[in-house]
Nanobody, 119 residues
Framework: QVQLVESGGGLVQPGGSMRLSCAAS????????MGWYRQAPGKERELVAV???????NYADSVKGRFTMSRDLPKNTVYLQMNSLKPEDTAVYYC?????????????WGKGTLVTVSS
C-alpha cells in the first residue's frame, strides 16, 4: 500500500522558517516526479514546487528564492524548506508523487499538513 505522510507543519511567526517532510512507503521516490502543493482557506490547490525524477526543481513565483525542495533517497523522503515565511503562505501543504508514463502514470497524495504563519 502506498502512503505519503507529511509532517512538520504548525504555527510560525512571519519571517520565520519551517521544514516540511514527506515520507513515502510503498513506492520509490527516486522513480517519481515529486511535488508540493498547498491550499489556502477558500482557494484552490496550487503548485508550490515540482521536482521531476532526475530533473531540476521548479518553483511557483510566489515562493521562488524562499522555499527549497530536496530529496533524501536513502530515507525515501522529500522536504520543503520554507524561509522568510509570510502570512499568505498559510495553507495546508500536500505532497504529491506522480508516476512517469513509462511506469503507468497516475499519482498519489498525502493527507496534508497545516502551516499557519501568524504573529
Amino acid at each position: 500500500q502506498v502512503q505519503l505522510v507529511e509532517s512538520g507543519g504548525g504555527l510560525v511567526q512571519p519571517g520565520g522558517s519551517m521544514r516540511l517532510s514527506c515520507a513515502a512507503s510503498g513506492i520509490l521516490l527516486r522513480l517519481h516526479n515529486m511535488g508540493w502543493y498547498r491550499q489556502a482557506p477558500g482557494k484552490e490547490r496550487e503548485l508550490v514546487a515540482v521536482s521531476p525524477s532526475g530533473g531540476s526543481t521548479n518553483y511557483a513565483d510566489s515562493v521562488k528564492g524562499r522555499f527549497t525542495m530536496s530529496r533524501d533517497l536513502p530515507k525515501n523522503t522529500v522536504y520543503l524548506q520554507m524561509n522568510s515565511l509570510k502570512p499568505e503562505d498559510t495553507a495546508v501543504y500536500y505532497c504529491n508523487a506522480a508516476r512517469p508514463p513509462y511506469l503507468g502514470g497516475g499519482d498519489y497524495w498525502g493527507k496534508g499538513t497545516l502551516v499557519t504563519v501568524s504573529s
